[in-house]
């Protein structure tokens, strides 16, 4: 047998067992397949309330008071009890989660603006 070839891990004149070798792997193959689909829920998607230029929320211990709001990004302050406090930037999105992380509470309301 020096001359036979090896294929699969067994001499040439052996096909048979390599065969039922190959439709064991398949049909290990499609019972993985099956078993990791999963149905898709519906998921509900909770809007965030809209940030606009004046509005004061309050949180446990702190404020968040919008200064200017851009189409992606939002300019606030965040503060405790501070006279001075600096404007920060970040995304609208970003913002939006830490008020809801936090669960802030909308205070004062942006005041309306008159068309003139």
């Known amino acids: 047998m020096a001359g036979a070839e090896i294929r699969n891990g067994h001499p040439a004149g052996g ?20 078993s990791t689909t999963t149905k898709r829920v519906k ?9 606009a230029k004046g509005q004061l929320w309050k949180m446990d211990d702190k404020h968040i008071e919008i200064m200017e709001v851009g189409k992606t990004l939002t300019h606030y302050r965040l ?38």
């Open 15 to 34: 096909t048979k067992n390599s065969d039922a070798g190959d439709k064991s792997m398949k049909m290990d193959l499609t019972m993985v397949k099956r």
């Open 79 to 116: 503060f405790q009890s501070q006279k001075r406090v600096p404007i920060s930037l970040g995304g609208i999105a970003a913002v939006q989660a830490y008020l809801k992380t936090n669960g802030a509470r909308l205070i004062r309301k942006p005041a309306v603006v008159k068309a003139a």
């Open 43 to 51: 998921t509900r998607k909770i809007t965030p309330v809209p940030l």
